[in-house]
């Protein structure tokens, strides 16, 4: 069509919102894929260097890419730990030796953000209490506590309709 450019015809000052980046024709029905919002999630997310550059051409097979995940690793928080949302997504506590609050995440987080909480205790059970930002199913609750030596694992997804942070896993018994 018209105007649509391919990754390999752009420049280095180009702004890759609003570009074609991939058509697939199947059965004469053509689909694409028009990135929105990319470079915001790259500057925002991608902890590498701070340039992006564009080298060669993928032609066939399939582009993998990986991001750093930022991970903070707190030992023994007294009773209470922030995660912050712009800079985290792991937070590892360890050796937790009092019972923990773990507070509202600070920063400003997007839809479908994951942040996975670590807890790792001192070698007897800790009490593990979350804040008003963080969801609970009944199908899914808090166990409320850690087993002694073990370490817990949390996985929350952020919920922009709501507001909150919904836990999408726990696994115990590390």
Request: some cysteine; aromatic content about 10%.
């Amino acid at each position: 069509m018209a105007g649509d450019k391919k990754i390999s015809e752009l420049d280095s000052a180009s702004t890759l919102d609003g570009t074609e980046f991939l058509v697939v024709n199947q059965s004469g029905v053509t689909y694409k894929k028009i990135l929105s919002g990319f470079l915001t999630y790259i500057s925002t997310f991608f902890t590498g260097s701070s340039n992006i550059v564009m080298t060669g051409i993928i032609t066939t097979g399939t582009w993998n890419a990986k991001f750093k995940p930022r991970s903070v690793k707190v030992t023994t928080a007294t009773t209470t730990t922030t995660p912050n949302s712009d800079t985290t997504d792991i937070h590892s506590l360890t050796a937790q030796a009092t019972a923990l609050v773990i507070a509202s995440p600070s920063g400003s987080p997007v839809d479908g953000q994951g942040l996975d909480i670590r807890v790792h205790d001192n070698g007897s059970s800790q009490t593990v209490t979350f804040g008003l930002a963080y969801r609970f199913s009944s199908d899914l609750p808090n166990p409320g506590a850690t087993t002694p030596g073990k370490t817990i694992y949390y996985r929350f997804k952020y919920n922009d309709i709501v507001s909150k942070w919904d836990c999408i896993s726990i696994l115990d018994n590390f």
